[in-house]
């Protein structure tokens, strides 16, 4: 009897996988540098040192078309060899842990390094596509070593042009979308993900609101889901540092900012991108719990959202 539960329970899994069309899957949630942290002598630091946590990951989002057995991945992260065995997981029509694009969104350290490991001292992939605005594409074919897995035909860099839809299948527009950031090497960009029935805003890192030639507010209400910048929560965290070197929306400063939104373009909003000293990483810590009865989510790792 307890088989036969087992594998109703199973088959039920299946089905409800198969029934969504398009998904989303959260692949990691934390900012460039990850955790443990290096130079980091917080407790939860040391811990994770001695006890890793898989849901520890870099910011990165996965998405799946079951329809046309697709898949993408945003960010090319440090993580990504987890993060693509994840998508995998996700994935049951992928053969091999290769996804069919990987979206990047700037050239900060836990956006793109991860590259790295399609050459030839590691995965050694067969031209896989990289979409990129024009800047970064630039950066990518006139730097080493990046230009060197362009040249062994690890990676094939296809250009983005703002605004302008990139169809990927029949049920995915995919859309970037600049964003106003540190822009030493190339351009920054947030996606929207543009599914049959749903669309994501994806923005992991941008300047201050008010530095965008868009309203935040009227963004958020033309989607359905926001994925949006929370790298520290207030300006507790980042003690020495100049303020003006790292402009980062602050929680804080989102969550006033957003307040007024009705409760249903709330919930609309999934706080990412967390320093390692942000108190979201916690997700039972009393500022999550702020965030979360103010009416907002907390992305956290394994996150589905049928698009």
């Given at each position: 009897m307890k088989?036969?539960?087992?594998?109703?329970?199973?088959?039920?899994?299946?089905?409800?996988?198969?029934?969504?069309?398009?998904e989303l899957i959260v692949l990691g949630t934390l900012q460039d540098g990850g955790m443990p942290h290096i130079g980091c002598e917080q407790k939860v630091c040391r811990e994770l040192i001695q006890h890793p946590d898989p849901a520890k990951k870099v910011v990165s989002l996965g998405l799946?078309?079951?329809?046309?057995?697709?898949?993408?991945?945003?960010?090319?992260t440090p993580d990504i060899s987890s993060q693509l065995s994840l998508l995998k997981e996700y994935s049951p029509f992928q053969k091999d842990k290769i996804p069919n694009g990987i979206f990047l969104t700037h050239a900060h350290m836990g956006h793109y390094t991860g590259?790295?490991?399609?050459?030839?001292?590691?995965?050694?992939?067969?031209?896989?596509?990289?979409?990129?605005?024009?800047?970064?594409?630039?950066?990518?074919?006139?730097?080493?070593?990046?230009?060197?897995?362009?040249?062994?035909?690890?990676?094939?860099v296809e250009s983005l042009e703002n605004?302008?839809?990139?169809?990927?299948?029949?049920?995915?527009?995919?859309?970037?979308?600049?964003v106003p950031h540190r822009d030493?090497?190339?351009?920054?960009?947030?996606y929207k993900i543009v599914g049959p029935n749903k669309t994501v805003l994806f923005i992991p890192d941008i300047n201050k609101w008010s530095l965008w030639d868009k309203d935040i507010?009227?963004?958020?209400?033309?989607?359905?889901?926001?994925?949006?910048?929370?790298?520290?929560?207030?300006?507790?965290?980042?003690?020495?540092r100049d303020l003006s070197q790292i402009p980062h929306p602050f929680v804080i400063e989102s969550m006033d900012l957003l307040n007024n939104l009705s409760k249903s373009d709330k919930e609309k909003i999934y706080?990412?991108?967390?320093?390692?000293?942000?108190?979201?990483?916690?997700?039972?810590?009393?500022?999550?719990?702020?965030?979360?009865?103010?009416g907002f989510q907390i992305a956290r790792v394994g996150m589905q959202l049928e698009l």
């Open positions: 088989n036969h539960l087992v594998f109703a329970l199973m088959m039920f899994l299946v089905q409800s996988v198969s029934a969504q069309k398009v799946i078309d079951h329809d046309y057995q697709k898949n993408y991945l945003f960010e090319a590259l790295l490991q399609l050459g030839k001292e590691a995965l050694d992939a067969k031209s896989e596509t990289v979409f990129a605005m024009p800047k970064m594409k630039s950066f990518l074919e006139s730097n080493q070593p990046w230009s060197m897995l362009i040249d062994q035909k690890n990676i094939q605004e302008t839809p990139k169809q990927l299948t029949p049920n995915i527009n995919v859309i970037p979308v600049l030493e090497l190339s351009e920054t960009v947030g507010l009227t963004q958020i209400k033309a989607v359905d889901y926001a994925f949006i910048d929370a790298t520290f929560f207030d300006n507790s965290e980042v003690g020495y706080f990412i991108h967390f320093n390692h000293t942000n108190p979201l990483v916690d997700l039972q810590s009393l500022p999550s719990k702020k965030v979360k009865s103010a």
